[in-house]
């Protein structure tokens, strides 16, 4: 079945800076991917994704890229600010079972004032 | 419009003791699913249902049962409650790919 590996598993950035998290899969077949953030305390949120006939896509400050032949995309976070830290959680659904979603296993992001 | 509602919210067992979680979606999604959430471990997934009567095992079914006999309601069942089971579990619900989680149950197992 589908695995995914997510690196780091935390990150501390000064506030400002960009924030890079990146994540691996295992099912060439996988066609969706998407990133979650879970503030302290509460439940994993949506925040961008992207399908696999999209190598990039921006929303504002976070943007996403796909490298298919290499099965691995990214988070990236620019200028970043104290709200942004949390746990980020990359997400891919599985080919061979449309409706899986196989979750990596996190990054806590800290951003330093 | 509530979204997903986890009941309950917090739940104390005892090994061996049975209990059953209780997910809610007034979204009208066809897909449902269950995750614990363990530290340094992500949400790895339990069981889930791609409709109405329909359930499939997920990464780690082994001591849980799952039913959805109505679509709005995803059950999780514990029958033999163990220390391992010790979790956050999250409900979630999916249109489009999109997740739409509930707000956890924390269960502790002693």
């Known amino acids: 079945g589908e695995n995914v590996e997510q690196h780091p598993s935390t990150l501390s950035v000064q506030e400002g800076d960009s924030a890079v998290i990146k994540c691996t899969y295992s099912d060439s077949a996988s066609n969706y991917f998407p990133w979650y953030k879970q503030e302290l305390g509460k439940r994993p949120q949506l925040i961008i994704d992207i399908r696999s006939n999209v190598g990039e896509k921006k929303d504002q400050r976070i943007a996403v890229t796909l490298n298919k032949t290499a099965k691995h995309f990214s988070l990236h976070i620019t200028e970043t600010q104290p709200e942004d830290s949390a746990v980020y959680f990359c997400a891919a659904k599985a080919g061979s079972s449309a409706s899986k979603i196989i979750f990596g296993s996190g990054t806590r992001l800290s951003i330093r004032p | 419009n509530a979204g997903v509602t986890q009941t309950p919210k917090f739940r104390v067992l005892k090994t061996g003791q049975s209990m059953t979680l209780l997910c809610a979606q007034d979204?009208?999604?066809?897909?449902m699913y269950w995750y614990r959430q363990d530290p340094g471990m992500g949400l790895r997934l339990i069981h889930y249902?791609?409709?109405?009567?329909?359930?499939a095992k997920g990464e780690v079914p082994d001591g849980y049962n799952v039913s959805r006999l109505k679509k709005q309601n995803f059950l999780l069942g514990l029958e033999s409650a163990a220390p391992s089971q010790t979790s956050v579990y999250f409900c979630a619900s999916s249109y489009d790919d999109k997740a739409f989680f509930g707000q956890g149950t924390r269960l502790t197992v002693v």
């Open positions: 979204m009208n999604h066809e897909y």
């Open positions: 249902s791609v409709g109405e009567g329909t359930t």
